[in-house]
């Protein structure tokens, strides 16, 4: 909303967090059919709206210079809406989940059984995008937390050698665990999370 916009430059989160927008949905019965806004169409206002979430100067020109420059050539007010034809056919159809409509649903696992999806990929495609993949192995830790190891080469040789170890970080007394599967000749790296808790901590 216009009225809105000098709230951007507030230092107050309360204040940043109260700004409305013009936005609306279609709803039909409780479910949501479809949803949109006007968008915004000054060049002026969007550089300010990339500033206010941090982008320095050079990065907005970086990332987001051509969108800012179509802005300057008089961009009409514009909207649009985005229909769930998905919502909208298990409506019509009286199924309860859109899964009974959708073309090619996914499973638990998010995987595709109509397209086979996600699929292996060869070497050649990951050397073309620069990707690269990396061994990882997770296993519990004595404190109830959760061990993630990724290692770029698995070791093969005696068995005798000092391995690389992992120390909990909430229970020093806890003996370290070995990794003898890990080769610290090639780059590698562990993560920690403690029980209960989303995040994984480097270590």
Avoid at 57 to 86: K, V
Avoid at 115 to 141: G, H, T, Y
Wanted: hydrophobic share 35%; net charge negative; charged share 30%.
């Amino acid at each position: 909303m216009e009225e809105d916009i000098p709230k951007l430059e507030d230092p107050s989160d309360e204040v940043r967090l109260s700004m409305r927008s013009k936005g609306y949905d279609l709803v039909l019965n409780g479910v949501e059919l479809g949803s949109g806004s006007i968008r915004i169409h000054q060049q002026e206002l969007q550089d300010r709206v990339f500033k206010m979430l941090g982008l320095s100067e050079e990065q907005r020109r970086n990332r987001f210079g051509f969108f800012l420059d179509a802005l300057t050539y008089g961009t009409p007010p514009h909207g649009g809406i985005a229909l769930g034809l998905d919502r909208v056919t298990a409506l019509l159809t009286g199924e309860k989940s859109i899964r009974e409509v959708i073309a090619f649903p996914k499973t638990a696992k998010a995987q595709d059984l109509m397209a086979d999806a996600p699929s292996n990929v060869d070497s050649d495609q990951l050397d073309m995008l620069s990707i690269e993949v990396r061994n990882v192995k997770r296993f519990p830790c004595a404190c109830g937390g959760e061990w993630r190891i990724s290692f770029e080469k698995v070791f093969v040789g005696e068995s005798t050698r000092t391995a690389p170890h992992a120390i909990c970080p909430v229970d020093r007394q806890v003996e370290p665990y070995a990794l003898p599967f890990v080769d610290p000749s090639a780059s590698w790296s562990k993560k920690h999370r403690e029980k209960g808790s989303p995040r994984w901590a480097d270590i």
